[in-house]
């Protein structure tokens, strides 16, 4: 009984560093590398791009936009249901 009390404090105390604080941190990653990859005026005037960073910017977004609609439909799944007949979580 406690090491199942003990596997569900674990659980939720994951599933909170990574959706309460990760989505954050990931997303303050995403903005980094953006600001890393766009152009940058060298001295002799000349823009430097960085693909790999703007690459690594968009998946960090991509994550957590899709992160955000999951959330999203998570809670209104019911109304959906209800109102639209969209089951969307089964």
């Known amino acids: 009984m406690i090491v199942d009390m003990l596997k569900s404090a674990l659980t939720v105390l994951l599933a909170g560093l990574c959706f309460g604080a990760g989505l954050p941190a990931l997303f303050t990653v995403g903005i980094t590398l953006w600001s ?3 152009a940058q005026l060298r001295p002799d005037g000349a823009a430097r791009k960085n693909p790999a960073a703007l ?6 977004f991509a994550i957590v936009l899709a992160a955000v609609v999951i959330g999203i439909l998570w809670i209104t799944r019911k109304s959906l249901d209800h109102y639209l007949g ?5």
Not at 55 to 60: D, Q, R
Not at 86 to 90: A, D, E, K, W
């Open 36 to 38: 890393r990859g766009t």
């Open 86 to 90: 969209i089951s969307v979580f089964g």
């Open 55 to 60: 690459a690594g910017a968009v998946l960090c």
